[in-house]
């Protein structure tokens, strides 16, 4: 179970609204963010309503100015809250859409996949467990949430290119 504060003011002040699971439209709770407090559990906050645009991960903790944090605008307009994943951790990387291509495999972390792999463009995968991907290496840049499931495409995640420079699993933090 998990539970997210917004608040319409920095440093926890205003009107504010209680999550505790999925909400695909926020525009009616509240005009704007400007900070978030996580009591329990792990989220994703989009900018935009049904879980688009610009994502934010958000672990337990105080964000007392969420707009100065993210560089994102004051707009939290959608929210998802991230099980807690008790099976194995693992995701196959595909060169090519579809699953084609050269097949890569994590069960871990990886700080650099250009490292590792030699590779940083990859058009598909197969997630089991809950990852972050981010565009550039060491957890850095912007970064996308993926559920367990197959991603034919690197637009299914929400990405502008096929880029990734570094991969995280989500649990317990």
């Known amino acids: 179970m998990g539970k997210i504060i917004f608040y319409e003011d920095r440093n926890f002040v205003g009107r504010h609204y209680e999550c505790m699971s ?4 926020l ?3 509240f005009d704007r963010c400007r900070s978030i407090r996580v ?14 645009g610009n994502q934010y991960f958000m672990k337990r903790g105080e964000y007392s ?9 004051d707009c939290v307009r959608s929210c998802r809250m991230i099980p807690m994943h008790s099976g194995n951790f ?3 990387l595909y060169q090519h859409f579809d699953m084609q291509g050269d097949m890569m495999e994590l069960v871990d972390d990886c700080p650099n996949l250009m490292d590792r792999f030699h590779m940083s463009n990859f058009n598909s995968c197969h997630v089991d467990g809950h990852w972050l991907m ?15 499931g197959q991603y034919r495409s690197f637009n299914e995640w929400s990405s502008i290119n096929s880029k990734i420079g ?8």
């Open 22 to 25: 999925d909400c695909a439209d």
């Open 27 to 29: 525009q009616s709770m």
């Open 39 to 52: 009591e329990s559990g792990m989220f994703m906050v989009y900018d935009r309503p049904g879980y688009m």
């Open 65 to 73: 100015d969420y707009m100065g944090m993210t560089g994102f605008n």
């Open 90 to 92: 693992r995701m196959r």
């Open 134 to 148: 981010y565009e550039q290496p060491n957890y850095r840049g912007r970064h996308y949430y993926l559920r367990p």
């Open 166 to 173: 570094s991969i995280r699993r989500l649990r317990d933090l």
